[in-house]
């Protein structure tokens, strides 16, 4: 016990030394940028792509089973229905042209990644972060199937309520974990800088890819609030709706930065200890970009 509490205070340390003088929320603000860009070319093109390997049905009964489990103070069936529709009518020629805005996320996650590790950013930066975020579009169908498969599963349990629900919630919470792990590992190891190991990028990709889809989770609640957002904005509902999607992401992407620059820290603590002198190159360092 006392060894791992030594360990705690050396991570956290480490982590305060790291961040000191530097700006995680304004990191965070312009990966979120990248992301309000990226976002719906990026479920278009991973629902189409479901919808060529397993049929419209699976994206147009899953997007409607979602939006029917959801809670009704701010209704998101149709606009989920709407992107699915969307998506299984997409022709070729627009599915090309939204490979440029969907791959723009890989470049605000290399370089928020490499903002948080402390580096300078090569100029090179914008295209090895989207090439590298590539194999995740890819990977992108599979990955969206796996939970609209079992929609018609979970979205009763959501909606029947009780102990039912919260069965629904532990179940979609594993369901989500899934897609989570495999993407936040592989932009941790590859779409990011190549400070992580593989193995330390998987092991942070699932404890990452957990409290990431619980704050899926608890958006959720926030959709059950009764309260209008666009109150703020001269009654206009779409601008309350974008607004709000855009601070729960801006959220998300706080939580992701920062659990990388622990994990950075971790593994640098722990590559310290095993060290006989203790000397090994910081994470935050000139390790190979």
């Known amino acids: 016990m006392p060894r791992a509490r030594a360990a705690l205070h050396a991570v956290v340390g480490h982590v305060r030394d790291a961040l000191r003088g530097r700006d995680l929320v304004l990191w965070a603000a312009g990966l979120t940028f990248y992301g309000m860009v990226a976002m719906v070319p990026v479920l278009l093109l991973a629902l189409r792509g479901a919808a060529t390997l397993f049929g419209d049905g699976l994206v147009l009964d899953g997007a409607r089973h979602l939006g029917r489990s959801l809670p009704h103070a701010h209704d998101a069936g149709p606009p989920l229905s709407t992107l699915a529709a969307g ?5 070729w020629p627009s599915l090309l042209a939204m490979l440029l805005p969907a791959s723009l996320y890989g470049e605000g996650l290399r370089r928020g990644l490499i903002a948080v590790t402390g580096r300078p ?83 942070a990709g ?60 971790a593994h640098t603590v722990h590559s310290r200890r095993g060290t006989p002198h203790g000397s090994v190159r910081p994470a935050s360092g000139a390790v190979a970009g």
């Open 121 to 203: 950013v090569p100029g090179s930066t914008g295209w090895a972060g989207r090439l590298r975020f590539l194999p995740v579009l890819v990977a992108a169908p599979l990955l969206v199937a796996f939970p609209l498969a079992f929609a018609p599963v979970v979205a009763p349990l959501y909606e029947a309520g009780g102990w039912a629900r919260v069965l629904g919630i532990v179940l979609s919470f594993h369901l989500d974990l899934v897609p989570m792990w495999v993407v936040v590992a592989f932009v941790f190891a590859r779409t990011g800088p190549s400070v992580l190991p593989t193995r330390a990028a998987v092991l």
């Open 206 to 265: 699932f404890v990452l890819g957990a409290v990431l889809t619980g704050f899926l989770h608890g958006f959720v609640l926030f959709l059950a609030i009764p309260v209008d957002w666009s109150i703020a904005f001269g009654g206009l509902p779409v601008v309350g709706d974008i607004v709000a999607l855009g601070l729960w992401l801006f959220g998300l992407h706080v939580v992701l930065l920062a659990g990388y620059r622990i994990a950075v820290s």
């Open 87 to 91: 998506a299984v009518s997409a022709t």
